[in-house]
């Protein structure tokens, strides 16, 4: 069975201080991993990534993919009351096409 | 960048009757569009894969008999709750991917209260 596991489950920190996120799985058929930001509605793309090693930026973002150790980090720098949010981990897998498998998500929350 | 219409977003209905959620890809082409619900404080579970011209796969223990999936052309797919039970309360999403870049967009949702 397919899984991706997120930790930590929540997390409470003050602003500008610098957060990761954790998101490991075990699946077959990798394709991608995908990170989204959550506030109150639709999740929001965040990283696409498909290739071990290349961190991606945006911003006081980033992440990267370690696909032989099969996880994925979220850097959020100099965090802000506004990057308060669920953040979800997906991976998308081939079958049937594509699907994403979602995991449990990180509450984040940044105190002022 | 690239918009998911959801509509309604939010829907409040008999018990016993139908409701139909509408999800369109407003700027560029989906051949493959998802289905999720989400209950509160939890993450989105994926209900079917909706690929255009084709039958939807519905994931393991999703009724296809209740979820009712067509996507009829590239940029629109729906799914009809059929005969909604307050147990069908729920946050639905969809998603929709670029068939040219593979990105994965979100619709806003759908409130569903079944009273």
């Known amino acids: 069975e397919d899984k991706v596991v997120q930790s930590p489950l929540s997390l409470v920190v003050h602003e500008g201080d610098t957060v990761t996120l954790n998101c490991s799985y075990e699946v077959t058929n990798f394709r991608s991993l995908l990170w989204y930001k959550q506030e109150k509605k639709a999740p929001t793309f965040l990283f696409m990534l498909?290739?071990?090693?290349i961190e991606k930026k945006s911003g006081r973002l980033s992440s990267i993919l370690d696909k032989k150790e099969l996880f994925s980090i979220l850097n959020i720098t100099a965090t802000q009351t506004g990057d308060s949010a669920v953040y979800l981990c997906?991976?998308?897998?081939?079958?049937?096409?594509?699907?994403?498998?979602f995991g449990a998500g990180t509450i984040l929350r940044v105190k002022s | 960048g690239a918009v998911v219409s959801q509509h309604p977003s939010r829907v409040i209905c008999k018990s016993g009757t139908s409701v139909k959620i509408e999800c369109r890809s407003l700027d560029f082409q989906a051949t493959t569009m998802f289905w999720y619900r989400q209950f509160p404080k939890q993450s989105l579970m994926l209900m079917a894969t909706s690929n255009e011209g084709s039958k939807a796969t519905y994931e393991q223990g999703v009724e296809k008999d209740k979820f009712l999936i067509n996507h009829a052309s590239l940029t629109l797919s729906t799914l009809t709750v059929t005969s909604a039970h307050p147990e069908d309360s729920s946050f639905y999403i969809c998603?929709?991917?670029?068939?040219?870049?593979?990105?994965?967009?979100f619709g806003e949702g759908s409130r569903l209260t079944v009273l």
């Open positions: 498909t290739s071990s090693g």
């Open positions: 998603s929709a991917m670029d068939r040219n870049t593979g990105e994965l967009f």
């Open positions: 997906a991976v998308g897998v081939m079958e049937y096409g594509n699907k994403l498998v």
